[in-house]
């Protein structure tokens, strides 16, 4: 295994890891979300546009910010603006549209700890972080799967590139025997 293949393996790894590591905060996000689901606390807050980028393409979803009062105390929370299907530049638009005529959102928090709140409910916010973390293992597997294949694969390629020489005899004689025997 030549060393640039060796250290892409390892990038390979870590981002396998990674991918793991996402997937296990997304099942822990989404148990939190269903376990609150028929406690949430609903309230409403106010929503403001976040500017992410300049540029638009397919993953450049609007971001909303908001504030609400719990109790007397200020929270913030932030997420993919609501009713935000259509990506297309005329969907964008309208949703920008619809937030800046009404800048209000219902908010659903929990009650214990409103710093843990959602523009979603939270029985779909766990559905949909379940689907997250099914996707984020799964890129985790196929990048651990290719990692083995791919070190196997130039493993293989290393050693038959190797070559080996066969005597008169036909005898088979591998590189390193090579260098022994021209020793002795």
């Given at each position: ?5 060796g ?20 099942i822990?996000?989404?148990r939190?979300?269903s376990?609150?689901a028929h406690?949430?606390?609903?309230t409403t ?19 909303c ?5 719990v109790?007397?105390s200020?929270y913030?929370g ?13 969907g964008t ?21 409103p ?10 916010k766990?559905?949909y972080d379940y689907r997250?973390?099914k ?5 985790g597997l ?5 990692t083995?294949?791919g070190?196997s ?6 050693k038959a ?11 088979v004689?591998y590189?390193?025997q090579?260098?022994?025997?021209q020793?002795k």
């Open positions: 295994m030549s060393a640039r293949s250290s892409l393996g390892s990038y390979f790894i870590l981002l396998s890891v990674f991918a793991f590591a996402y997937g296990g905060l997304c822990y996000t989404a939190r979300a376990a609150l406690n949430e606390g609903i807050g106010q929503v403001w546009v976040h500017d992410q980028s300049k540029k638009s393409d397919a993953f450049d979803f609007l971001r910010d908001y504030a609400f009062w109790n007397g200020h913030r932030h997420a993919i603006c609501p009713r935000q299907t259509d990506h297309s530049v005329t638009l309208e949703n920008l549209a619809g937030i800046l005529q009404n800048p209000s959102v219902t908010v659903y928090y929990d009650p214990a700890d710093t843990f709140n959602s523009m979603t409910e939270f029985g779909v766990s559905v997250k973390a996707i984020s293992f799964l890129a196929a990048l651990l799967i290719f083995v294949v070190a694969y130039f493993a293989s390629a290393n590139s190797q070559g080996i020489v066969v005597d008169f005899k036909g005898t004689i590189p390193d090579i260098d022994s025997k020793q």
